[in-house]
C-alpha cells in the first residue's frame, strides 16, 4: 500500500503565507500525478491544483496566481505555497497521489489520499 502525509496547515492571518507538503511512501513504482484538493466547511472536497509527472501544473481559477504547485520526484514529495491568502482559503487540504505501485511480482494502479491538513485563515 501506498501510504500518503500531508503536513503544514497552521493559522494564519489574511495575506499571509503558508507551505504545505505531501509525502508518498511504501512500494511506488511510479507516480503519474499528484495533486491538492480542499474541503471548505460545509462544501464537497473540490480540486485545487495538479502537477504531473513531466511537470504540468494546472490550478483551479481561485488560486492561480498566488498558490504555486511543485514535486520532487525523487522524494516523491509534493508541495503547495500559498501566498495571499484570504479567509475563503480556510479548509482542509488534501493529498492525491496517483501511479503504479508493486504487489508482490505484479504492478497495480494506485489512487491514494493522505488524512488532510487544516489551514486556518484568521485575523
Known amino acids: 500500500q501506498v501510504q500518503v502525509v500531508e503536513s503544514g496547515g497552521d493559522l494564519v492571518q489574511p495575506g499571509g503565507s503558508l507551505r504545505l507538503s505531501c509525502a508518498a511512501s511504501g512500494s511506488i513504482r511510479t507516480i503519474n500525478s499528484m495533486a491538492w484538493y480542499r474541503r471548505i466547511p460545509g462544501n464537497q472536497r473540490e480540486l485545487v491544483a495538479r502537477?504531473?509527472?513531466?511537470?504540468?501544473?494546472n490550478y483551479r481559477e481561485f488560486v492561480r496566481g498566488r498558490f504555486t504547485i511543485s514535486r520532487d520526484n525523487a522524494k516523491n514529495t509534493m508541495y503547495l505555497q500559498m501566498d495571499s491568502l484570504k479567509p475563503d482559503d480556510t479548509a482542509v487540504y488534501y493529498c492525491n497521489v496517483v501511479g503504479l505501485e508493486y504487489q508482490g511480482e505484479s504492478v497495480a494502479l494506485f489512487d491514494s489520499w493522505g488524512q488532510g491538513t487544516q489551514v486556518f485563515v484568521s485575523s
Open positions: 502537477i504531473t509527472s513531466g511537470g504540468t501544473k
